[in-house]
């Protein structure tokens, strides 16, 4: 069983930065690929970004290249979204999520990944 927890969203106006956090409970924080998705008001959640395992493997949706860094600290249990040149479009609320596969096929669906936070509200204006 793990448990996420988010924070490090906030009120922000557009080309500033923040970073999200994502603290994860659990002794096997290190065997979990993890992910962050997004879900703004009326829109299905999508993805983000994703983070293997051993940190080997990356990937992003394409409308935050450039823009957004995940990383993870396996020593604490942590895994982060760096957001910079934020724009309005970015506002959702920000998930994090573990998976306890390898591999990163599938990186980008939600429905394979096994645990999910409670979510932290990103609110980009103009």
């Known amino acids: 069983q793990v448990q996420l927890v988010e924070s490090g969203g906030g009120l922000v106006q557009a080309g500033d930065s923040l970073r999200l956090s994502c603290a994860a409970s659990g002794r096997t924080f290190s065997t979990y690929g993890m992910g962050w998705f997004r879900q703004a008001p009326g829109k299905e959640r999508e993805f983000v970004a994703h983070?293997?395992?051993?940190?080997?493997?990356?990937y992003y949706t394409s409308s935050v290249k450039g823009r957004f860094t995940i990383s993870r600290d396996n020593a604490k249990n942590t895994v982060y979204l760096h957001m910079n040149s934020l724009k309005p479009e970015d506002t959702a609320v920000y998930y994090c999520?573990?998976?306890?596969?390898?591999?990163?096929?599938?990186?980008?669906?939600?429905?394979?990944?096994?645990?999910w936070g409670q979510g932290t509200q990103v609110t980009v204006s103009s």
């Open positions: 999520a573990a998976r306890a596969i390898l591999h990163s096929v599938n990186y980008h669906r939600s429905m394979t990944y096994d645990y």
């Open positions: 983070i293997s395992a051993s940190a080997d493997s990356i």
